[in-house]
């Protein structure tokens, strides 16, 4: 049986998960406003993976017999100035649901509990692939500066995302 204090602290990451999915989402509209059909996309998987990633979560509560409580979501920022920024700040927060998934294991650690440590496991080595891969979007951003044939290629090689 879990812990209080542990089932307490997995369904606040849930919260957090979805409030991440709630941004790309937010990130994704605003991608579409500026006729970004490939970053559109790209977002929108990523808001998708994100529920995904609260679900594993709500699911893993539930086997174990615990209560899982949503909590109310505020709205998230619903414009950017730039591509580019909705990037930077998407790293931003990965940085911290980074952050969040840490002190999860650390509590796992203190608290003895092996079982829900292995669980998230899962959650530290995805989050490095998160940050690389948002990584990876600023730097092709750094190439290509402000050109409008960079910007559309770019666009064009983030829709791929939603293909594969």
């Not at 990523?46 to 594993?56: I, L, P, R, T, Y």
């Not at 909590?71 to 998230?76: D, G, L, Q, T």
């Not at 292995?118 to 692939?129: A, D, P, R, Y």
């Amino acid at each position: 049986m879990l812990e209080k204090k542990m089932i307490d602290a997995l369904n606040v990451q849930i919260n957090e998960e979805l409030k991440s999915a709630y941004i790309y989402q937010a990130m994704s509209a605003d991608f579409a406003d500026k006729d970004r059909p490939g970053q559109t996309a790209w977002m929108a998987m990523q808001a998708k993976e994100e529920v995904g990633h609260a679900m594993k979560i709500y699911n893993y509560l539930l086997s174990h017999g615990a209560k899982v409580e949503l909590k109310a979501i505020e709205a998230p920022q619903s414009s950017w100035s730039s591509e580019e920024e909705m990037f930077k700040v998407a790293l931003k927060h990965e940085k911290f649901i980074s952050g969040c998934i840490k002190k999860l294991v650390k509590l796992a650690k203190e608290i003895d509990d092996t079982p829900t440590e292995i669980f998230l496991q899962w959650f530290v080595l995805e989050q490095v692939e998160e940050e690389s891969s948002v990584e990876e979007i600023l730097a092709k951003y750094a190439q290509v500066g402000s050109t409008a044939n960079g910007l559309y290629m770019l666009d064009k090689e983030l829709g791929k995302r939603a293909q594969s």
